[in-house]
């Protein structure tokens, strides 16, 4: 059974950092595409970054490239995604999410993005950040 854990969300005032972890268990091979995804209340869910396991690539949306990064570390199985000048609009509650049976980064660029290409989604961990 695959499973994803999202964990090291908090709060944090305007301008500091979180890292924010996401194990994967179940699933054994690298051939999967990995994505953070944040939704606040009142807002659709939108994609933040994402990583084909297999590979080297990242991927982010545009508005966030330069403050946040994603990262693997494929011993651990566990995908991590750091945060820097977090603003208040980076509230949210952030998922991570997994689409199995990817053997490419270009399959992973290609489907990042979109939600309905995840087939499994951790159950969230919840961002706060003052002003």
């Known amino acids: 059974q695959v499973q994803l854990v999202e964990s090291g969300g908090g709060s944090v005032q305007a301008g500091g950092s979180l890292r924010l972890s996401c194990a994967l268990s179940?699933?054994?091979?690298?051939?999967?595409?990995m994505g953070w995804f944040r939704q606040a209340p009142g807002k659709e869910r939108e994609g933040v970054a994402a990583?084909?396991?297999?590979?080297?690539?990242?991927y982010y949306d545009d508005s966030m490239k330069g403050r946040f990064a994603i990262s693997r570390d494929n011993a651990k199985n566990t995908v991590y995604l750091q945060m820097n000048s977090l603003k208040p609009d980076d509230a949210a509650m952030y998922y991570c999410?997994?689409?199995?049976?990817?053997?490419?980064?270009?399959?992973?660029?290609?489907?990042?993005?979109?939600?309905?290409?995840?087939?499994?989604w951790g159950q969230g961990t919840q961002v706060t950040v003052s002003s």
């Open positions: 990583i084909f396991a297999g590979g080297a690539t990242t």
């Open positions: 179940g699933y054994t091979s690298r051939s999967y595409c």
């Open positions: 999410a997994a689409i199995v049976d990817v053997y490419s980064d270009l399959n992973c660029r290609a489907r990042w993005g979109t939600t309905a290409e995840y087939n499994y």
